[in-house]
């Protein structure tokens, strides 16, 4: 995971604090930033842009 701004870190913290840390499975296919599902044909995350994947 990559923590780009404050208000981020912000929300991310206070998430830490409520909720366990996600355990992700390996076998998904992930961004390589934001580790969010991506589909087998995708060629930039829709969550957070990253291109190319």
Do not use: W
């Not at 995971?1 to 929300?11: A, D």
């Not at 499975?25 to 291109?51: H, I, T, V, Y």
């Amino acid at each position: 995971m990559t923590i780009r701004t404050k208000e981020s870190l912000h929300y991310y913290e206070h998430y830490k604090e409520n909720f366990r840390v996600p355990e992700y499975q390996s076998q998904k296919n992930l961004c390589p930033d934001c580790n969010a599902e991506l589909s087998s044909n995708s060629k930039f995350c829709r969550m957070c842009g990253k291109f190319p994947i």
